[in-house]
């Protein structure tokens, strides 16, 4: 029986809607194939707290290598500042981080950066810098509102300097 042309635009659209489907799941499957790590959704969610809550001051991420996704490690209450920040962060261990830095403009402005900070010391493996470095722009596109990002290898390299002049 042949088929009429509301038929024929049913099944036309139906097929256009699969590709589009397969296509997608195609796309996030080669965005986690570059560095194979998944990102947990309360990755995002913290990070939509932060960004339009101010829930907290940083968020410190890491990579956990058996279920090979990136997981919320630690969190900064509003309260805790920079040095808080700082100490948080492991010596030997790589991290993704991300910090609310407030500051005042030359203006006498109050104003807000959000920091993305890749954090990877000189003395962590070899193969944590690699995951770490290959993961992170993955994992940069799932936090929308990143306003500045930061690599450090040491403390010095994210010194609140380092933030003040990078903010303005």
Known sequence: MPL??????S????????????QRQNSKSSANAASGM????ECK????????????RFIIYKIEEKQKQVV???LGEPANGYDDFTANLPADECRYAVYDFDFVTE??????RIFFIAW???????????????SKDRFKRELDGIQIELQAT?????????????AN
């Open 38 to 41: 998944a990102v947990n959704d």
């Open 120 to 134: 990877c010391p000189d003395t962590s493996r070899v193969r944590s810098k690699m995951i770490y470095a290959s």
């Open 45 to 56: 969610l913290k990070f939509l707290e932060l960004k339009a809550k101010r829930t907290y």
């Open 4 to 9: 009429c042309d509301a038929q024929k635009r």
């Open 154 to 166: 040491d403390p010095t390299e994210m010194g609140l300097d380092v933030f003040r002049s990078r």
């Open 11 to 22: 099944r036309q659209i139906h097929s256009i809607q699969v590709e589009k489907h397969k």
């Open 72 to 74: 919320v490690d630690k």
């Open 107 to 112: 203006e006498n402005c109050q104003k807000s």
